[in-house]
């Protein structure tokens, strides 16, 4: 059963560097591709990047190119979203899912989230104050 949770969220000060981490309770999170993505107060949900099975990276987001990237530990049964040179207009509840279509590739564009993304679980708070 697939119950992601994404942790690691902080309130931050602009120009730092934070990690989170998205984990299923049970093993398996590997065969997957994992999305990222952050819902700001007010705002629609939208898509930061995916990491496939393989560990190719798709970016949704123009505005963290450069600086926001994903790994994953096999080993550890989990997926990281690294995130450098924040921002204030980073801030968000940031959240991991799977995708619906082809669960191991990563969509190469984002419309509709929550229908494009399942396995929706608890996400994480990021606060980026300037």
């Known amino acids: 059963q697939l119950r992601l949770v994404a942790s690691g969220g902080a309130l931050v000060q602009s120009g730092e560097s934070l990690r989170l981490s998205c984990a299923n309770a049970?093993?398996?999170?590997?065969?997957?591709?994992i999305g990222w993505f952050r819902q700001a107060p007010g705002k629609e949900r939208e898509g930061v990047l995916c990491?496939?099975?393989?560990?190719?990276?798709?970016t949704y987001a123009d505005s963290v190119k450069g600086r926001f990237t994903s790994s994953r530990d096999n080993a550890k049964n989990a997926v990281y979203l690294q995130m450098d040179s924040l921002k204030p207009e980073d801030t968000g509840v940031y959240y991991c899912?799977?995708?619906?279509?082809?669960?191991?590739?990563?969509?190469?564009?984002?419309?509709?989230?929550?229908?494009?993304?399942?396995?929706w679980g608890q996400g994480t708070q990021v606060t980026v104050s300037s």
């Open positions: 990491i496939s099975r393989y560990n190719d990276v798709t």
């Open positions: 899912a799977i995708p619906v279509y082809n669960p191991d590739k990563c969509p190469t564009t984002v419309t509709v989230p929550d229908r494009e993304y399942d396995h």
């Open positions: 049970k093993p398996g999170l590997e065969y997957y591709a």
